[in-house]
């Protein structure tokens, strides 16, 4: 996956609008950031046992957003490895 189409679909994922593009590795940097904060609210919204439906949502959430924190690291170990 291309930098600039992790970039696009983190934004997409975390609905950011007013997300502006510095260099990449420091843009990965800080989608990193936000993808961990979002994780850590969604693993609090799950401790509060929320409803079955809800749950199921939240835990699916969380799966996509593993995915992507997964995919940044690679893209930042790249990035880290070419400079």
Excluded: H, T, W
């Excluded at 969604?42 to 199921?56: D, F, H, I, M, V």
């Excluded at 996509?64 to 070419?82: C, D, F, H, P």
Aim: no cysteine; net charge positive.
């Amino acid at each position: 996956m291309g930098i600039n189409k992790f970039i696009n679909r983190v934004k997409e994922l975390l609905e950011l609008d007013e997300f502006e593009k510095a260099g990449k590795k420091k843009s990965v940097k800080r989608l990193l950031e936000k993808l961990r904060a979002r994780e850590r609210e969604l693993n609090e919204a799950l401790s509060r046992k929320p409803k079955k439906k809800e749950a199921k949502e939240i835990k699916e959430e969380l799966e996509i957003i593993a995915v992507q924190i997964k995919k940044g690291e690679k893209i930042l170990g790249r990035l880290n490895a070419s400079s």
